[in-house]
């Protein structure tokens, strides 16, 4: 009589199977603070400081709102650094995070260097092709309706992956097509302000726009890149 063994290959990918999801939170987090921590430095001594000058000419404030922000207590722009550095850690961890799930979801291989190329991409579909339409703002400048943007950044978002994804893993011709259709439809449909007026100064709005895409870029190649190296020397017994 013969008794009954499991499979050693069935065991071992179960075994494999089971941690993939502890495996990408810890890698996405680890990636995601080492990154945001290096981005908000960066924000700090380029977006910020354009943040702050655009509010003098933010005409929306009362006589009394400027009293009460020069009585405001010394550490009040520290805890706002704080805040700040806070955000953009957890920006950064989503996006480590979302390039980890996508690559494992498409198959793959992940490393540092392919995290980053789909780092790059993701930007191009979530801060350069929608800041064609709409480019980062900054208080006091001029809006069109909140509900029409946020529709458009997030049809174009999608679009844009979706056709980037076509061109670049697909290689029927008609997909290619249709991948470049989808990255240029969204741009025959660009929302516009709803009054032409805006109290920012020209020159620090378009200085704003392109620090804003530079920090955005460098936090969307930076997670990637930090999430491929943790994921592979952290794990390197586990993927071998």
Known sequence: MTRATRSPSLAISARARLPVIARLLAAGLIAGVVAGLAVAALQHITTTPLILAAEVYETAQHAHDALAEHAAPAWEGLRRTAA???ATIAVASGYALILLAAMLFSGETIGARRAAL???????????ATSLGLAPQLPGAAESDLAGRQLWWIATAIATGAGLYALLRLDAAPAKVIGVALIVAPHFFWPTPATPES?????????????????????WVLAGALAGLVWRLVFREELE
Do not use: H, K, Y
């Not at 789909?118 to 350069?128: D, I, N, S, V």
């Not at 100064?201 to 530079?214: K, M």
């Open 84 to 86: 700040t550095s806070v």
């Open 118 to 128: 789909w780092g790059a991409c993701a930007f191009a579909a979530t801060g350069l």
């Open 199 to 219: 109290t920012v100064p020209a020159e620090i709005a378009a200085r704003f726009a392109a620090a804003s895409l530079t920090v955005q870029a460098v936090s």
